[in-house]
């Protein structure tokens, strides 16, 4: 933010260095502030977002004319606006992370050993958090938010084509750090455009403990391939629903079509729909119907359009297809099976979903298929922090290992032993 914005061009490895250093003495003031400052932090960041919401607009259609101009697509821009609802979910999203527990400190079995110690675990904050996304603006706030009630300094760098929505935001959140007595640094963004700053900010060791990419598949392929900092990360959204043969008709139409069409720029939309072979003659031309009403395009196997005319032949790639746009794949398949296999080969490992009224093969596919959110008789659309309760999230992790699913405040935080003794040596 302003402490590190340069005022003329500089080597943009020393300004990305900088502020990391800076970052670094801010997360440590951090993990020594008590919850108060921090919830302060929050809720007057919440304020100014509200109150800026002209400013905010105004900065963020300015980005959406220079991406209209570029031919930036339609994806991209509604992941760019920022409509006064959205301005709402930031405060609103921040408010709620401010009502959370706070996990720094939180302590969980303290056990007496036979030695006479007690041995513990003490939640801590991971230190500095680097988050390299594209387009959306939102994510900046929801960051900054998350990252501050965790205890953590973060460095933001947002995507050039929204960098005067990114401005705007961090102008809010800078106020409110200031406001509740806490370091500026807490929370920068990266004032350059040069990609060599996301080269740096990769590499940063010394200054940063963990990387949150969010965006496209070849960025997020291109951060994997050079960072040397670990990362919370998911490289796409290949989301499936699978409807069973007793599922109830119109419970599927509603959660299909919702998990379709809500949005279809995000990373839990539906990308894929599997039908029962039983279901599928009498619910795949509702769906087409439904769909045909929403300008969705439906490409199915040969079962499936054996069943209902006007559907595109899917081609073998359009089962790995992230397609963010009004396009839905779908495919007849032999029961529940057929289903996970299909799943198994195809996914992403981010979100799948059952509608079925059978008990034990609802508990099948919780047990059986590996993403990280599994859903029964829902829309993949609620895989999402904020519906979740996590106030906001700071992505989405198909990784195994530290964070799964969407990453909020538990995520953002790692786990120390502790160990209490009374003079205790050990014989």
């Known amino acids: 933010m302003s402490a590190n914005q340069p005022a003329v061009r500089q080597d943009v490895t020393d300004y990305m260095h900088g502020l990391g250093q800076a970052a670094r003495e801010a997360g440590r003031h951090l993990a020594a502030t008590e919850s108060g400052p921090r919830n302060a932090a929050l809720s007057a960041i919440a304020r100014r977002l509200r109150a800026d919401e002209t400013a905010l607009r105004e900065a963020n259609e300015a980005d959406l004319a220079a991406g209209r101009e570029q031919g930036l697509d339609a994806a991209l821009l509604d992941r760019l606006a920022l409509t006064e609802a959205r301005i709402e979910a930031m405060a609103t999203g921040l408010e709620q992370i401010a009502a959370l527990p706070d996990p720094v400190g939180a302590v969980s079995h303290l056990d007496p050993m036979p030695s006479g110690i007690r041995v513990g675990r003490m939640r801590v904050p991971l230190g500095v958090v680097g988050i390299i ?57 990266v004032e350059t455009t040069d990609r060599a700053a996301v080269g740096a900010l990769i590499t940063m060791d010394e200054h940063v403990d963990v990387l949150v990419p969010r965006g496209g598949k070849g960025l997020i392929e291109r951060i994997m391939q ?92 359009d089962w790995d297809a992230e397609y963010l746009a009004p396009i839905l794949a779908v495919r007849v398949v032999d029961g529940i099976d057929a289903a996970m296999a299909h799943i198994e080969r195809h996914s992403s490992g981010h979100t799948e979903a059952i509608v079925t009224r059978d008990h034990a093969r609802a508990q099948r596919f919780l047990r059986e298929v590996d993403s990280s959110s599994v859903m029964v008789n829902a829309s993949t659309r609620f895989a999402d922090g904020f519906e979740y309760g996590l106030g906001a999230e700071i992505g989405i992790s198909t990784d195994k290992l530290h964070a799964r699913g969407p990453v909020g405040l538990e995520g953002l935080t790692t786990q120390k032993y502790i160990v209490l003794g009374e003079g205790h040596i050990r014989e």
């Open 133 to 189: 996304y594209e387009s959306r603006p939102n994510v900046t706030a929801d960051a900054a938010g998350l990252c501050l009630k965790s205890g953590n300094a973060c460095i933001l760098r947002g995507g050039s084509e929204s960098l005067r929505s990114n401005r705007a935001i961090a102008a809010c959140i800078a106020e409110g750090l200031a406001e509740a007595g806490l370091p500026e640094t807490a929370v920068q963004v």
């Open 226 to 317: 050079d960072a040397t900092v670990p990362m919370i990360k998911h490289l796409d959204g290949v989301c499936h629903c699978f409807v069973d043969a007793g599922a109830d008709a119109d419970m599927a139409e509603r959660i299909v079509v919702n998990a379709k069409t809500q949005r279809y720029g995000t990373c839990n939309t539906l990308e894929t729909l599997l039908l029962d072979a039983a279901i599928a003659p009498s619910l795949l031309p509702r769906l087409k119907s439904a769909f045909d009403a929403h300008g969705v395009e439906l490409r199915g196997c040969e079962r499936s359009r054996a069943l209902v005319d006007g559907l595109t032949p899917a081609e073998p790639a």
